[in-house]
Structures are given as C-alpha cells and as structure tokens.
C-alpha cells in the first residue's frame, strides 16, 4: 500500500522556490540596470562615435560585440521613444472601417485609445469605439441622394455614441457617456441646449481608470506590508490576509488568524472612508462593544492614517524596526 503524499512542502522544496524567486529578482534588475546604462549619453555617444581599433582591442571589445552593443542600443532608444510617447500622449484618436455593410455612417467609427501607467509598467491599453448613429445606415453618401430634410441628419448628425469598449465594467462609462456624450434630445426636449464635449469625456474617464488602477496597486502594497512580516507580532493576533471585497476595488476585506474580520473603505483617491474590525469565532483580543466592533484592533492597524498608503508606510517602518531589534 503506498504511502500518503504529504500535503506540506518539505524544506528542499521551500529552498528550491525561495532561489527561483532570487533568480526571477535578480534577472529583473538586470533588466533595469541594463536599461539605464544603454539609455545613458555617455554610452550612446560612445556606441556613436567607438573609439580606434587598437584601443577596442586593449578593452576586450570585438567588433562582434560592438555590433551587439549598438543592436541592443538601438532596441533601448525605439522602447525609451516609444515609452515617452505613451507617457506624453495618454489618449489618442484613430480610425478604422466597421465591415458590417449595413453599419450606420457608411462604417465610419472613431476610436479612443487610453493609456495607463501604474505598479512601474503601462497597463494594457483601452479602447473605445464611436460611431454617428444619427447619420444614417449609408453616411453622408446617403445623404446626398436624400434631399428630404432628417432632423438626425441635421444639427445631430456628427453627434457620437458608444459603440464598443473595453472597459471594465467597475469604471462607469455608461454615467460618463451619458453626461458628456448625450443622445440627440427628443422633440420635447429641443430647447434644452444639450451639447457633446469628447475632450471632457476622455480626461474623465482616463481619470477614473488611472483611479481604479491605483486602488488596485494600493491593495497590493497593503497585502505585502502584511503579509511580508516574518516576526511575530506582540498580541499574536497576526493579519492572515487582505483582499479586494467589490469589483470597484474600493473595500477591502482584512482576516485575522483568531477568526476576526474587517473592512475598510477607501475614497476614489485612496483616502480611509471608515474601518471596522468584527470579533469572529476566536473571540478577538480587543474590548469590543456589544456589537462585536473591535475598535483596539482598528487603532493597532490604522493608528492616525488618513490614507491607505500612510497605512503602508506605517507598516513597512514597523516591520524594518521589528526586523532590526530581532538582529540586535
């Protein structure tokens, strides 16, 4: 009869992926520093203008490696330009051909394209796709054989909607749309002076997914902060985990190994909205009121903080000087 595998990972195991994730580190900031010193002018005036042969060949420098060098140079400014162009130009415009024949606008779509920076990369871009639904099913071709007076194919005739996207669904696009990019108003409704601002409606919704990414690297940081304490902490009622609880990233569910939990909510921006820590089966360690609120635990992980990066720095202070009383 064979044996149970055992469900715990032995010490050769853990050695093995501490040393995977020292050479994934290391090849990181090799990566970097590569990267900075090919992006120096030092460098690329050096790769511009090599010194002689006979200089090259005292260094150990081949022409197969200066080849090399200026390859790999080249590779570094194409990324630098490209990457300073992403910086600059977060939101840009193109356009492309809806296939469909029967397309409104002849197939004519005006595209969006938004560019996110956050946690040290560009995230994936996004985009959206507009299209003129009061121009009609054939465009302004269309219109020229038409000699009827449209109300859609008048004055509203060059007013956008969202055709497609691909934004996340937390980020409210369809609010945004609606105040920035209004349908034509009815008959009813003529008067009202609507109007379409595209410019607006970009600068806002970039705001709200740079805002949500942010969130999102906020919760990252938190749960390393915790997570990454090796020592124990004074009352023994160590944080087990931390968790994005909404789609918006906007609470966050925090355990304790007792059995308690709690939620903090955060503003758009990151600020601390409000924090409650819940006496779970454990019991807790604080004095917690009749409702189970454990406010002692609250003021241990939030102290004076106004917002949740405050809570992260508070903490990788205290984890640096735990971590030096524990060498002394």
Request: positive net charge.
């Amino acid at each position: 009869m064979s044996s149970p595998i055992p469900s715990t990972p032995s010490p050769l195991d853990a050695e093995i992926e501490s040393l995977k994730a020292k050479i994934t580190t290391l090849k990181s900031h090799l990566r970097i520093q590569t990267s900075t010193i090919l992006s120096s002018p030092s460098v690329s005036s050096l790769l511009s203008n090599p010194p002689s042969s006979s200089q090259l060949k005292q260094k150990g420098i081949t022409p197969t490696i200066l080849k090399s060098l200026r390859h790999y140079a080249s590779l570094q400014k194409a990324h630098n330009q490209q990457s300073l162009y992403r910086t600059c130009a977060t939101i840009t415009t193109f356009r492309v051909q809806d296939p469909d024949p029967n397309a409104v606008d002849g197939g004519a779509v005006l595209g969006l394209r938004i560019e996110v920076f956050a946690r040290g990369r560009f995230m994936r871009p996004y985009y959206v796709l507009m299209n003129r639904a009061c121009a009609g099913p054939g465009g302004r071709k269309e219109k020229k054989k038409k000699k009827k007076k449209n109300k859609n194919q008048g004055k509203y005739a060059t007013w956008l909607r969202v055709h497609r996207h691909t934004i996340p669904p937390c980020v409210p696009l369809s609010g945004l749309a609606a105040r920035h990019l209004p349908a034509p108003p009815s008959r009813e409704e003529e008067d009202e002076g609507r109007e379409q601002d595209l410019a607006k409606f970009a600068r806002r919704l970039r705001r709200e997914l740079v805002r949500y990414h942010h969130r999102l690297a906020t919760i990252t940081d938190l749960r390393r902060a915790i997570l990454a304490e090796d020592e124990p902490r004074t009352n023994a009622n160590k944080i087990q985990d931390v968790t994005p609880a909404d789609a918006e990233a906007k609470q966050i569910t925090i355990e304790w190994e007792d059995g308690q939990t709690g939620r903090l909510v955060m503003g758009d921006d990151g600020e601390i909205l409000k924090v409650v820590a819940l006496t779970g089966s454990g019991g807790g360690q604080g004095n917690g009121s009749a409702s189970g609120r454990d406010r002692e635990v609250v003021r241990e992980l939030v102290g004076q903080a106004k917002r949740v990066e405050d809570v992260v720095r508070r903490l990788a202070v205290t984890g640096s000087k735990a971590a030096e009383a524990a060498a002394a």
